[in-house]
């Protein structure tokens, strides 16, 4: 995936400026979530890689089944942190007492990360009372 065709020109970039051409803040954080399987995984390796290149620095934070060790390896061999749970998601039978202390456990990550973004890769926690 290439996150320039995938993210496109968004009214969140300045004028005339490209992703191609982004470069964050220094000290910029991002805390993304995300689940190990399927296409959210290697989504959230590429973008996250590719931030990371520019400068951001990133929090991976997993829920679901554990990352394998290569799935480990491959998203810090990108320069980003990794955090891993084996909390059930939304998806997963009878998930919501896992969802609410995935959330408990996210709140606790940003405050220890201190991100200036958080990005969801899932719909479950977006009511959460995120700083950032």
Request: proline letters at 7%; zero cysteines; a negative charge.
């Amino acid at each position: 995936m290439n996150p320039e065709s995938s993210l496109g020109h968004t009214s969140s970039m300045p004028a005339g400026l490209t992703w191609r051409e982004f470069q964050a803040e220094p000290g910029t954080r991002v805390l993304m979530t995300t689940d190990t399987v399927g296409g959210v995984w290697n989504y959230t390796v590429e973008l996250s890689g590719w931030l990371a290149a520019r400068g951001i620095e990133i929090l991976v934070a997993t829920m679901g089944p554990l990352p394998q060790p290569e799935q480990s390896a491959l998203i810090r061999a990108r320069r980003v942190q990794l955090a891993t749970s084996e909390y059930r998601l939304e998806w997963m039978e009878q998930p919501w007492d896992d969802v609410s202390d995935a959330g408990e456990w996210l709140l606790r990550l940003e405050r220890d990360f201190r991100p200036d973004i958080v990005h969801l890769n899932g719909y479950a926690h977006a009511n959460l009372p995120f700083d950032a």
